[in-house]
């Protein structure tokens, strides 16, 4: 069955510094692999996929099949990049038509 | 707003009784997804909708749960017979694509029900 493993719950950085939410999966086939967030008070929104190969509000995510991982990573981190990230996954036996998430990496960035 | 509605937003409710939650997607969406997040965990797949078509139903959802989409529009997700263990965040979703990779879930603000 397939598996998104975030191992962090919380990760706390000072403004400026770089940021890594890691993201594991298990999956035998081909996924694709997504970052949601959400922020305080607000709605779980989609913020990058790694199919579009984009960069979100300085973050971006690179899909690495022989580590199984898709990492989401911003040089420098901004306050309101507080929020909590969910690593998400969707699967071919699927038809590519659901998410299994993963627990979540709350992130909290100080002044 | 034209996102996705979800009513109520809070339901307390006694174990043993039914609940039933609505769901409004984003009008020209033809999928329409529940999930349920529970305290500490992320989102979890109930059961999804193309259009009025009820194509999966995880494992978690049990006999006593009940969703429906009757005119391929809003959507209800009905509990029977209400246990502890429901007590959870229930999260609706929609989109406009067959692959959420080609669109995304959009997500409703979601119903907590708590069990007492």
């Known amino acids: 069955a397939q598996r998104v493993t975030q191992p962090e719950k919380l990760l706390s950085v000072f403004k400026g510094a770089p940021v890594e939410l890691k993201c594991n999966y298990s999956y035998s086939g081909s996924p694709e692999l997504f970052w949601y967030v959400q922020y305080s008070r607000q709605r779980l929104q989609l913020l990058l996929r790694h199919i579009s190969r984009e960069s979100i509000k300085g973050f971006t995510a690179d899909l690495n099949k022989g580590e199984t991982s898709f990492h989401l990573k911003k040089p420098f981190a901004q306050e309101e990049d507080s929020a909590m990230y969910y690593c998400?996954?969707?699967?071919?036996?699927?038809?590519?038509?659901?998410?299994?998430f993963g627990k979540g990496t709350m992130l909290l960035v100080s002044p | 707003d034209t996102g996705v509605s979800q009513d109520p937003r809070h339901k307390i409710t006694k174990r043993g009784q039914n609940v039933t939650f609505r769901c409004d997607p984003i009008?020209?969406?033809?999928?329409l997804y529940w999930y349920r997040q529970t305290l500490g965990q992320g989102p979890e797949f109930l059961t999804y909708?193309?259009?009025?078509?009820?194509?999966?139903k995880s494992r978690l959802l049990s006999d006593r749960f009940s969703a429906e989409r009757p005119k391929g529009s809003f959507s209800t997700l009905e509990i029977q017979r209400t246990e502890q263990g429901d007590s959870a965040m229930y999260l609706c979703?929609?989109?406009?694509?067959?692959?959420?990779?080609?669109?995304?879930?959009?997500f409703g603000n979601g119903t907590r029900l708590t069990v007492t």
């Open positions: 979703a929609s989109s406009l694509a067959r692959q959420v990779g080609r669109s995304p879930l959009h």
């Open positions: 009008s020209e969406h033809n999928r």
């Open positions: 909708f193309q259009n009025e078509a009820q194509l999966e």
């Open positions: 998400a996954l969707s699967w071919g036996d699927s038809g590519y038509s659901t998410l299994t």
